[in-house]
């Protein structure tokens, strides 16, 4: 990786500002994440109406563009209701635990390079660590209590269901998140993110490190309980999951840690695959496009072209069901995390010996066995398929068990091996006249 390997960054840049600089940048960061939360929410309700051909808000300000906020304004505004048998402490505390880790996760993300703020030279970061990366992920997970307290506290089951299949979600796919990450740190010598960001100043590691960034947009998709993984949320059967017994602030509190959190994994995934803050070709032959203020119309723009992707997921594929959703996760992500690390790892050992290029080994020895695991993935999906194919042909064989549909007075379909009476006259209840 001659060319590749980066020094690495000064890190001595940060934590001089003075006082006030800190303190303005912090502002600044909590300003625009509700903004771009206010933005991401009716571009979303926008996006999925267009594709689903339907009005979308228009009444509200231009174009209904000013909805999200109004909407912020009357849940605040509204009367809360609090359960009788909710644990009040733990019942007001879990917002913020959901909401404050959210907004702490941007304190080492970078937006851009050096500026000049009214005469003082500071990075575009609030700051920065040799760990910065681990410590995002820490932070990440202690959001997760918030979500399992609230539907403890509330003392409704479906709540209480929607807080562990939280908990539940978070550890199958926290474990490949962070896996993904293991290969950028392996590629770029350091867990610090403004030193990932300079070592991708010749190539973005989308390029080198593909399937890393494939496994880390699945899991920050379940990681954010965003559909097709929206399962503790999962309106048809838990109502409205862990937040069924949330009102009013509170609630907007759930909210807002949802959408901040779905622009904290888009950041990070533009950081760690997308070059950060850098400029995309064409526009990296512009001598000013990587210098000053211009950067962070690359930064915003990368993590608008996520968030997009988030809406479009939600506009077009159905829910998971649950097994499916922990089985996707345990038996697929997590055993092609733990294979490509031990790709990507041989591969620089390689590179070491011989002073190969580590993308070339990496493309000789890592997509050959990356293609292997697939073509496992396969059998095993077609080995569970025909599976249950066996089963079900089976089932129509054994004896036929006839059963009343309207046990218990709703009526209810036959489960395999059984078929529904015989229809006739006298069956028939008599319709009241």
């Known amino acids: 990786m001659s060319q590749n390997l980066i020094q690495a960054a000064d890190l001595s840049l940060f934590g001089a500002d003075p006082l006030w600089l800190v ?17 991401t929410i009716i571009m979303e309700r926008k996006v999925v109406s267009w594709m689903q051909w339907r009005v979308g808000p228009n009444r509200v300000g231009p174009n209904g563009s000013l909805q999200s906020l109004m909407d912020g304004i009357k849940l605040a505004l509204k009367e809360e209701i609090i359960p009788r048998t909710a644990d009040r402490a733990v019942y007001w505390l879990a917002p913020v635990i959901a909401c404050v880790p959210a907004f702490m996760t941007w304190a080492v993300i970078p ?17 920065d660590f040799p760990v910065s990366v681990l410590y995002v992920l820490a932070i990440a997970s202690v959001g997760i209590y918030g ?12 709540a209480l269901l929607g807080g562990l299949r939280s908990s539940a979600q978070m550890i199958s796919y926290e474990i490949p998140m962070g896996l993904s990450f293991v290969a950028v740190f392996l590629y770029a010598g350091s867990l610090s993110t403004s030193q990932i960001v300079e070592a991708q100043t010749q190539t973005w590691y989308i390029i080198l490190l593909l399937p890393s960034f494939l496994i880390y947009v699945t899991a920050m998709v379940g990681e954010t309980n965003r559909a097709p993984f929206d399962l503790p949320e999962a309106e048809g059967e838990l109502v409205g999951g862990f937040h069924t017994e949330y009102s009013s602030l509170k609630f907007a509190l759930f909210f807002l840690a949802e959408y901040i959190n779905m622009v904290t994994v888009s950041a990070m995934a533009t950081t760690l695959f997308l070059g950060g803050w850098r400029a995309p ?6 001598d000013g496009a990587n210098s000053g203020w211009v950067p962070m119309i690359w930064f915003f723009g990368k993590i608008a072209a996520f968030l997009f992707v988030f809406i479009w997921l939600r506009g ?15 038996k697929f992500l997590l055993p092609v995390s733990i294979a490509w690390i031990l790709i990507v790892a041989v591969a620089r050992a390689i590179r070491n010996e011989q002073a190969l290029d580590l993308q070339q080994a990496v493309q000789a020895y890592g997509l ?66």
Do not use: C
């Not at 909590?30 to 903004?35: A, Q, R, S, T």
């Not at 070709?281 to 512009?286: A, E, G, K, N, V």
């Not at 077009?316 to 345990?330: C, E, I």
């Not at 059984?418 to 209840?429: G, K």
């Open 23 to 39: 303190l303005l940048k912090v502002v600044a960061i909590f300003v625009i994440l509700v903004l771009v939360t206010l933005i």
């Open 281 to 286: 070709w064409p526009f990296s032959l512009w």
């Open 316 to 330: 077009t594929l159905p829910r998971l069901r649950y097994d499916q959703f922990m089985k996707f996760g345990w």
């Open 147 to 158: 979500i399992v307290l609230a539907g403890w506290s509330s003392g409704s089951t479906y």
């Open 368 to 433: 050959p066995l990356a293609g292997l695991l697939v073509l496992y993935w396969l059998f095993e999906e077609f080995r569970d398929r025909r599976k249950e194919r066996l089963a079900a042909e089976s089932a129509k064989t054994d004896a036929v068990v006839e059963f009343d549909p309207f046990a218990g007075g709703h009526p209810v379909p036959p489960m395999p091996g059984q078929s529904l009476p015989s229809a006739s006259a006298n069956s028939l209840p008599a319709q009241e006249s």
């Open 111 to 127: 937006l851009g390079p050096e500026v000049s703020i009214f005469g003082t030279t500071t990075p575009l970061q609030l700051t």
